[in-house]
């Protein structure tokens, strides 16, 4: 008797067991979704053309303020190829008042920090710090922005940086593949030209540094974000101050690509390469467009996530160890799927 009370206890269990992960197959079911407040924001522009939005934000005394610039490798001639990453690099190796080793200190006496990025359609000089040093953090961007030093020092240096970063991206097939997509979308429009040669970064003199900086960091193509805890009234008048009578200059040029798609097979060949890295893929509409956001959503389940149908289908249905996605690429009123 008790083997058989035990033996239907055991049973009861593993139905109470098996019901609780068919359970578990189940997701929750979804919440009611919260009403979506954004924060209220203060925007302006200065007699120089220089843009601003400030936006207040969070519990946290700490500032984050964004100096972004309509400048960068959309700006490249076709004989400057990563000129503008150059010019980037030698904008953190300090200002005419502060050598490097200086404007890091600084940085870090108000609890913050500064880097200098480049994209395809901007360049970035980001900055924090702690709320009570707002208006020094944006003294210290200025001087940044306005006043690189461009030392003669570094610029061989930065050079042999970027040098070995091309030999990199150059022994890499999904660099070289990438490459090769890119140039046959948009042929010798700046989003066409991914990779300079060697010697053409080897031939880049300070001057030239110098010119394409002048050129392009200018008012006019400048919109200054700051986010966080911070005082409005203290925060307008340091930006006034530090960049009100900072050059016009000229308005960013707008040059939109017209990307060629044609049904082709390109072939990049790497002797010695252990696997082969393929690319389809075709221009889309860009965010503009008001179906931008449905196509979006679309790739994530077509293969913008691990979860999506491509990995599913190669990884769980085939068994194959191979990692395939998709992803949409986008830039200034353009983009692309692949």
């Known amino acids: 008797m008790t083997l058989q009370k035990t ?18 197959d189940l997701p929750p079911a979804g919440g009611q979704p919260k009403d979506l407040v954004l924060p209220p924001r203060t925007t302006l522009t200065l007699d120089n ?3 601003v939005t400030m936006v207040p934000f969070g519990r ?3 500032l984050s303020v ?9 700006s490249e001639e076709p004989d400057q190829v990563w000129i503008s990453d150059l010019a980037g690099d030698m904008m953190k190796e300090g200002t005419t008042t502060r050598p490097a080793k200086t404007l890091a200190r600084d940085a870090a006496r108000i609890g913050g920090s500064i880097t200098v990025t480049v994209g395809n359609d901007g360049s970035q000089v980001n900055g924090s710090a702690l709320s009570d040093f707002g208006t020094d953090l944006i003294a210290l961007l200025a001087d940044v922005v306005r006043n690189p030093a461009f030392p003669e020092s570094e610029l061989s ?3 042999g940086n970027l040098i070995r970063r091309l030999s990199v991206a150059k022994s890499q097939p999904d660099q070289l593949a990438s490459e090769k997509f890119r140039n046959v979308l948009y042929g010798d429009h700046p989003y066409g030209r991914r990779m300079p040669s060697e010697a053409a970064l080897e031939a880049y003199t300070l001057d030239q540094v110098r010119a394409f900086y ?10 200054i974000y700051v986010s966080g805890m911070f005082d409005q009234t203290k925060v307008e008048a340091a930006i006034r ?8 200059g000229d308005e960013p040029a707008i040059n939109v690509p017209k990307p060629v798609s044609s049904r082709a097979v390109y072939v990049v060949d790497r002797p010695g390469s252990s696997q082969s890295t393929i690319i389809i893929g075709l221009p889309v509409i860009n965010p503009q467009n008001p179906d931008y956001l449905a196509l979006v959503q679309t790739n994530l389940l ?5 979860s999506s149908r491509i990995t599913s289908n190669i990884r769980e249905n085939k068994g194959y160890t191979y990692s395939p996605y998709s992803t949409i690429s986008s830039r200034y009123r353009d983009a692309y799927w692949m």
Not at 7 to 21: P, Q, R, T, V, Y
Request: some cysteine; proline content about 3%.
């Open 157 to 159: 240096r930065l050079k």
């Open 49 to 51: 053309g220089l843009r």
């Open 60 to 62: 946290v005394p700490k």
């Open 241 to 248: 101050k530090a960049f009100g009578d900072w050059p016009r």
């Open 66 to 74: 964004v100096v972004a610039i309509r400048a960068g490798k959309i």
């Open 7 to 24: 033996g239907i206890a055991l049973l009861m269990l593993a139905l109470c067991f098996g019901a609780a992960i068919a359970q578990k």
């Open 214 to 223: 002048r050129a392009n960091v200018v008012a006019a193509r400048t919109h």
């Open 302 to 306: 077509l293969g913008g996530a691990f």
